[in-house]
Nanobody, 118 residues
Protein backbone atom coordinates (compact mmCIF):
# COMPACT_ATOMS: atom_id res chain seq x y z
CA UNK A 1 0.00 0.00 0.00
CA UNK A 2 1.22 3.48 -0.90
CA UNK A 3 -0.01 6.68 0.70
CA UNK A 4 0.12 9.90 -1.29
CA UNK A 5 -0.26 13.34 0.26
CA UNK A 6 -0.40 16.47 -1.89
CA UNK A 7 0.50 19.98 -0.83
CA UNK A 8 1.17 23.37 -2.34
CA UNK A 9 -2.15 24.29 -3.89
CA UNK A 10 -3.54 27.78 -3.57
CA UNK A 11 -4.89 30.90 -5.24
CA UNK A 12 -2.80 32.55 -7.93
CA UNK A 13 -3.32 35.23 -10.53
CA UNK A 14 -3.39 34.29 -14.19
CA UNK A 15 0.10 34.31 -15.62
CA UNK A 16 1.60 33.35 -12.30
CA UNK A 17 3.29 30.19 -11.10
CA UNK A 18 2.58 27.55 -8.51
CA UNK A 19 4.26 24.31 -7.48
CA UNK A 20 2.35 21.36 -6.10
CA UNK A 21 4.06 18.43 -4.45
CA UNK A 22 3.18 14.89 -3.47
CA UNK A 23 4.85 12.92 -0.69
CA UNK A 24 4.74 9.15 -1.06
CA UNK A 25 5.07 6.71 1.81
CA UNK A 26 4.53 3.02 2.40
CA UNK A 27 5.49 0.44 -0.24
CA UNK A 28 7.51 2.89 -2.31
CA UNK A 29 9.44 0.09 -3.99
CA UNK A 30 6.27 -1.01 -5.77
CA UNK A 31 5.77 2.31 -7.57
CA UNK A 32 6.52 2.13 -11.28
CA UNK A 33 5.20 5.44 -12.57
CA UNK A 34 3.55 8.51 -11.10
CA UNK A 35 1.26 11.13 -12.47
CA UNK A 36 -0.74 14.27 -11.84
CA UNK A 37 -4.43 14.39 -12.67
CA UNK A 38 -6.86 17.24 -12.25
CA UNK A 39 -10.59 17.62 -11.99
CA UNK A 40 -12.37 20.89 -12.62
CA UNK A 41 -15.93 21.50 -11.38
CA UNK A 42 -18.42 19.66 -13.56
CA UNK A 43 -15.72 17.92 -15.57
CA UNK A 44 -14.15 14.51 -15.57
CA UNK A 45 -10.79 13.87 -14.04
CA UNK A 46 -8.04 14.18 -16.65
CA UNK A 47 -4.40 13.21 -16.89
CA UNK A 48 -2.11 16.23 -16.78
CA UNK A 49 1.40 14.76 -16.69
CA UNK A 50 3.11 11.46 -15.98
CA UNK A 51 6.64 10.29 -15.33
CA UNK A 52 8.38 6.92 -15.19
CA UNK A 53 11.98 5.74 -15.22
CA UNK A 54 13.54 5.40 -18.64
CA UNK A 55 10.82 7.26 -20.50
CA UNK A 56 10.20 10.85 -21.47
CA UNK A 57 7.58 12.59 -19.34
CA UNK A 58 4.08 12.80 -20.76
CA UNK A 59 2.14 16.07 -20.83
CA UNK A 60 -1.37 16.80 -21.90
CA UNK A 61 -1.48 19.17 -24.85
CA UNK A 62 -3.18 21.81 -22.73
CA UNK A 63 -0.19 22.12 -20.37
CA UNK A 64 2.74 21.35 -22.68
CA UNK A 65 5.42 24.02 -22.42
CA UNK A 66 3.93 25.44 -19.20
CA UNK A 67 4.03 22.59 -16.70
CA UNK A 68 6.99 20.44 -15.65
CA UNK A 69 6.69 17.16 -13.76
CA UNK A 70 9.58 15.87 -11.70
CA UNK A 71 10.25 13.05 -9.29
CA UNK A 72 12.81 12.90 -6.49
CA UNK A 73 13.30 9.23 -5.68
CA UNK A 74 15.61 10.00 -2.75
CA UNK A 75 12.90 12.06 -1.07
CA UNK A 76 9.96 10.01 -2.39
CA UNK A 77 8.30 13.11 -3.77
CA UNK A 78 6.57 14.07 -6.99
CA UNK A 79 6.23 17.68 -8.05
CA UNK A 80 4.45 19.69 -10.69
CA UNK A 81 5.78 23.13 -11.52
CA UNK A 82 3.04 25.16 -13.15
CA UNK A 83 3.93 28.36 -14.99
CA UNK A 84 1.89 30.79 -17.07
CA UNK A 85 -1.23 29.63 -15.30
CA UNK A 86 -4.61 30.21 -16.90
CA UNK A 87 -8.10 30.35 -15.44
CA UNK A 88 -8.83 27.02 -17.12
CA UNK A 89 -6.11 25.39 -15.00
CA UNK A 90 -8.36 25.82 -11.98
CA UNK A 91 -9.04 22.36 -10.58
CA UNK A 92 -8.31 19.94 -7.80
CA UNK A 93 -4.96 18.34 -8.57
CA UNK A 94 -4.43 14.71 -7.63
CA UNK A 95 -1.25 12.70 -7.33
CA UNK A 96 -1.43 9.09 -8.51
CA UNK A 97 0.82 6.08 -8.80
CA UNK A 98 0.93 2.94 -10.92
CA UNK A 99 2.41 -0.47 -10.33
CA UNK A 100 4.45 -2.24 -13.00
CA UNK A 101 1.69 -4.77 -13.66
CA UNK A 102 -1.43 -2.71 -14.25
CA UNK A 103 -1.95 0.35 -16.47
CA UNK A 104 -4.69 1.65 -14.20
CA UNK A 105 -4.04 4.07 -11.36
CA UNK A 106 -3.44 2.14 -8.17
CA UNK A 107 -3.37 4.85 -5.48
CA UNK A 108 -4.75 8.38 -5.30
CA UNK A 109 -3.90 11.28 -3.07
CA UNK A 110 -6.62 13.37 -1.47
CA UNK A 111 -6.09 16.27 -3.87
CA UNK A 112 -5.04 19.89 -3.55
CA UNK A 113 -7.02 22.85 -4.86
CA UNK A 114 -5.50 25.20 -7.41
CA UNK A 115 -7.50 28.31 -8.27
CA UNK A 116 -6.39 30.78 -10.93
CA UNK A 117 -8.09 34.16 -11.15
CA UNK A 118 -7.84 36.70 -13.92
Amino acid sequence: QVQLVESGGGLVQAGGSLRVSCAASGSIFSINAMAWYRQAPGKERELVAAISSGASPYYADSVKGRFTISRDNAKNTLSLQMNSLKAEDTAVYYCADYSAYDPRVRDWGQGTQVAVYS
